[in-house]
């Protein structure tokens, strides 16, 4: 089964569109957290990447049967050097035994050699000595599409090769996003080019339910450049950051589906995981519980907003 | 001493522009390497990971005394997981232990908050439970610019911490790299804002010698961009990779330099690397002296095409 097959899959298993982010931040950790690992493994890398492990553990735990998939910024991982990307590569493994999509959130793009390093590293399998064993074994990765088409190949090699799928970056939820994404080219936006490409590029990776394991980045900061993009993508998942703690307003989100109630993704990251901290009320030691009642008020919104998923 | 400063100091005290590129691929490791790693780690990550160190230690053994800088393409060692990472930090530290600049190519690009999550990673101090250490140390890191402005300061904050640099990805050497690059908005080239930009990010970074620690990439293999781009951005450091093996003419290189000899270093990872290859006569045990063979052949090179340094 292609990827977007298997999402699909689990959306409509699950009932509902949305991912968690796992982006462990130390700034947010509970304290008692904090002292544990602390006494444990003394104030280092490795107890940070430890804390973190079982941070994402017990978000993982307290969502899995809620949600159909997870994304993980590898940016806060690889921060904590190769202490912090063995916690991601557990975290990955974690979220698979638990029955979750993985998304990598990595952003790469480098030359046809290079990026092929990555896809092999990230959905494939990297070579040793002799045999050949699994790299990161995520299900989907984001890619950056500044350097073109022959930077992204790989990547679709990959995917055909291992059932796996990628989101290219369209338009990203940040303010800036604009500077070089909305520039005007012969009265088309870059965005749109990039999302036309994104789209041929994912044309050999359609699956059963008619969406390409080619998916794109649109923020939920800007629902009328999701319109456009949706009306002209229509085979596309949106993978959707920024919906919570970056100020799009969850009215908005329908725009980013099609009419069978399909073609996205939702991710929250921070107002997930650190809901505990929005409430001044709630014992930090019940962080998880406090990430699953916002997984589930999410839902609810969302919800409200969009047509069911035809199952 | 920012970091354009230090590495001009040691353009000069090296007396060329050469950087070489230790990216690490399993494919061209030399016969006795892989039978020796095999023997002492098993078929494992840990193997690969090990030799790749082994392999590095001697590339730079080899290259120290000749040129200034180093250049890590991270992707080679993200491939091979935590081990993978664990020898590009190890390779950081023994560049640095022999004085060599190091120049960090992860092409990194996100959102503010993981920006700065990949930046004081890759170049400053990272937070821990209770204090804050080094984190990989790199002098410089190359950036992505498609998410534009506000993914980008977060890595200028660091520079002016820490006194390190960057390097925007503006005309990169790939064959599909116009796709994007070379779109033209109002009569000007993306990659000409782009440079526009990176020079402006760079105002506040330019060190004594004159140049800012906001460089560029622009790629060996289409030098008419560089002409106009050296004209448009006197302060401005090259990275020149695609030199070599991307079958750039190296009478071209002296359009990526400035009148005083400076303004550009130009890398080649896989024709250094990899040089033993070239030549069936050379025993693969002296694979290191076959990669000084070629620094010293591409130094000449390219001393023979541009003016001399200034001292």
Redesign the interface.
Known sequence: MNFADKLILQIIRKGNHVCVGL?P???YMPRFL?DR??KKYG???E??AE?FFEFNKNIINSVCDLVPAVKL?I??Y??????G??CF?DTITYAHFKKLIVIEDA??????N??L??A??ALGK??????K?K??NADSIVI????????VKPFLKICQAYDKGIFI?VK??????????D???SGRT?YE??GE?ASEWGRNLIGKKGYSSVGMVVGATYPDQAILLRKNNPRTIFLV?GYGT?GADSKNIKYYFNRDGLGAIISSSRAIDYAYLDNKKINEKKYAEASRLATIKMIGDIASCINRVEK
Not at 126 to 131: F, H, R, Y
Request: charged content about 25%.
């Open positions: 982006d931040q130390i700034e904090k690992f602390h104030d280092t890398k107890a940070v804390m910024n940016a806060f690889e921060k904590y050097a190769w202490q990307i063995k590569e952003k790469r793009n480098d030359t046809e290079t990026s390093a990555y092999e590293g990297v070579k040793l000595i002799k045999k064993v790299g990161y950056n599409p500044y350097m073109g088409a022959d930077t970056l990203t939820s940040n303010q800036s996003s604009g500077q070089l994404q520039l005007v080219v870059i080019m990039i490409k950051p970056q």
